[in-house]
């Protein structure tokens, strides 16, 4: 499944900001999309979205007891 939430207008609809500014909803849009199953995210901010899924994917497999 691929996501594509990136600085889209819903974002600043639910926090107003330019487009530029859109990266922490992007974040928000994009781990919580990993939680739910998504496998591909398509980005403009493509290092910080990289961290920020690592991330969310070490803490999932930790709460579900997959880390050594």
């Known amino acids: 499944l ?11 609809k639910l926090v ?16 919580l999309a990993v939680e739910m199953g998504v496998q591909i995210i398509r980005t403009h901010d ?10 969310t994917e070490a803490i999932l497999a930790q709460e579900n007891g997959d880390v050594e």
């Open 2 to 12: 691929l996501l594509g939430v990136s600085r889209k207008s819903f974002i600043g």
């Open 46 to 55: 493509v290092a910080e979205t990289a961290q920020a899924v690592r991330m």
């Open 16 to 31: 107003p900001a330019a487009a530029a500014a859109r990266l922490p909803g992007s974040l928000a849009c994009a781990c």
